[in-house]
């Protein structure tokens, strides 16, 4: 039986600079569905890369009607809990239901959404062909450059020796590589915070 296991959660306040923030979300993925290139991932995305998302979503589905993204309040408050708590769930009931669908699934874009931290430029310019990089390089490489779940270590060490060969391999040119997009992910999604 196929599944798809998302979770949304571990929001973190991120400074643009020094008059504006935003909170970014981990999302964690875990699968054992064949539409998936990675059975593990974890990216951090913002609100506004969800809306950019069901956007694109809608205008390549028109016949899917795409459940609602939580409401943009001009009342949000990013240092109240209980806001952020609540547009926490409501992006991770919107990609739960997403991800039951399967020509929703079928897009490129979803992947690179969840698998990957390109921008939304980004990911346009690699659908569309505009990149050096297929999808499935813009995964592969993304999960290489930064971050590895334990599993996924034990199986590299397994299959080589030279544990470190490919943990510099840093001019993909995939976008950014450094701490910002760092989300510590957890490999056992039991540790979900509330």
């Not at 059975?39 to 694109?56: A, D, G, I, N, P």
């Amino acid at each position: 039986q196929e599944f798809v296991t998302v979770l949304v959660r571990d929001p973190r306040i991120q400074k643009e600079d020094s008059w504006h923030s935003y909170i970014d979300y981990e999302i964690f993925i875990h699968t054992n569905s064949i539409c998936f290139t990675r059975k593990t991932s974890c990216v951090r995305r913002r609100y506004r890369e969800f809306v950019w998302l069901r956007q694109r979503l809608q205008s390549n589905a028109v016949l899917i009607q795409l459940p609602e993204l939580p409401s943009r309040t001009p009342f949000f408050n990013m240092n109240n809990p209980n806001h952020v708590d609540h547009r926490r769930q409501g992006l991770q009931e919107f990609l739960e239901k997403i991800l039951q669908d399967a020509l929703l699934l079928s897009d490129s874009r979803l992947h690179l959404f969840l698998q990957t931290q390109l921008s939304p430029e980004d990911m346009e310019a690699c659908v569309s062909g505009q990149t050096k990089y297929s999808v499935a390089d813009a995964i592969h490489s993304f999960a290489s450059l930064n971050r590895r779940f334990p599993i996924e270590d034990e199986e590299r060490k397994k299959g080589k020796n030279d544990a470190d060969s490919d943990s510099e391999s840093s001019s993909s040119g995939l976008g950014p590589s450094d701490d910002s997009i760092s989300c510590g992910c957890k490999a056992s999604p039991a540790s979900e915070e509330s």
